[in-house]
């Protein structure tokens, strides 16, 4: 007994320090859950990582593809009760076994991920509703998990965090651009109704491809996307009155959305500026961490 005590003591650690690794801000959002709440949200989020890096830290895309439907697979044997050698899957069947968290909800985010894998270069969205289904199926299932774990059950929280998480999920994919055009040469997730409104999109090959052709354009295009994002985060708020108190400590994750947002209109849109990557999304440790605290001692996200 003591033993499996130690080893699930072991894996939670193991997704605190992942957490802490490789989502530094929102590792900051978690600490100031209640404890009650913490425990859980640590093992979903490492989880997150998991899934979100399993691409990045492949030297083969199908290497990665493996990784996901490793990942998918595992959480069918989680609900069946089957031990993984894994400290993350441990984690998060200790927490599973704790609190009713939805199968479904748990499968979204790494079959949206799979999806995506499976995507050719050349297949760029059409439309930013495509890239918002994708924040939603990634981001926003992993707050309303966070939610369902600390036993709140409220449609306003729902909706909150379905706002929240889209929001998280297009600046994210803002953030992410340069990375993924240092990769492929192609700005794969700009859609094209938005790259073709700013000249982005161009035909090679009998293929549309989104070209760096003009800085300006490109910012105009983050701009839009951007533009997006803050509506959601405005949705997200105006429904703070009507949430419980509980769950706002929970939508936390808005306040770094709101940071990166506000950093990238100081560098008009311009998500090459190398700016956005000091400190934390572009501001000092300090300022972030009292931010951060401030809305958590208000109540605020």
């Not at 192609?186 to 800085?215: M, N, Q």
């Not at 949430?243 to 994750?253: C, F, I, K, N, Y």
């Not at 990557?277 to 605290?293: C, D, E, F, M, T």
Request: charged fraction near 25%; hydrophobic fraction near 40%.
């Amino acid at each position: 007994m003591n033993g499996a005590s130690s080893s699930l003591r072991t894996a939670f650690s193991y997704c605190v320090q992942q957490v802490r690794n490789y989502d530094y801000h929102h590792y900051l959002c978690l600490l100031e859950l209640p404890p009650n709440i913490r425990k859980a949200a640590f093992a979903l989020r490492a989880f997150n990582v998991e899934t979100a890096r399993a691409m990045d830290v492949a030297s083969d895309p199908r290497i990665g593809l493996m990784r996901l439907l490793w990942w998918q697979e595992a959480i069918d044997k989680i609900y069946a009760n089957k031990v993984i050698e894994h400290p993350a899957a441990q984690a998060l069947s200790s927490v599973i076994s704790e609190n009713r968290i939805s199968k479904g909800w748990l499968k979204r985010p790494v079959e949206a991920r799979i999806n995506d894998a499976r995507r050719e270069v050349a297949d760029i969205p059409e439309t930013i509703e495509e890239l918002e289904k994708y924040a939603e199926d990634t981001v926003s299932t992993l707050l309303y998990m966070t939610l369902q774990a600390g036993g709140i059950r409220s449609t306003a929280a729902d909706h909150a965090a379905s706002h929240a998480g889209k929001a998280s999920g297009l600046l994210l994919l803002l953030r992410s651009l340069p990375y993924h055009a240092s990769r492929n040469r192609h700005f794969c997730y700009i859609p094209t109704e938005v790259a073709a409104k700013h000249g982005l999109l161009v035909k090679e090959g009998g293929r549309f491809e989104i070209r760096l052709d003009s800085r300006e354009s490109l910012c105009n295009a983050v701009f839009d996307m951007a533009s997006v994002a803050n509506v959601h985060l405005q949705k997200a708020r105006s429904l703070a009155g009507t949430l419980p108190t509980e769950a706002r400590s929970v939508l936390l994750p808005a306040v770094p959305a709101q940071v990166f947002l506000d950093t990238l209109s100081r560098v008009h849109f311009d998500v090459f500026d190398p700016r956005l990557a000091r400190g934390v999304l572009g501001i000092s440790p300090l300022s972030y961490q009292l931010k951060l605290k401030w809305s958590s001692w208000r109540g605020k996200y």
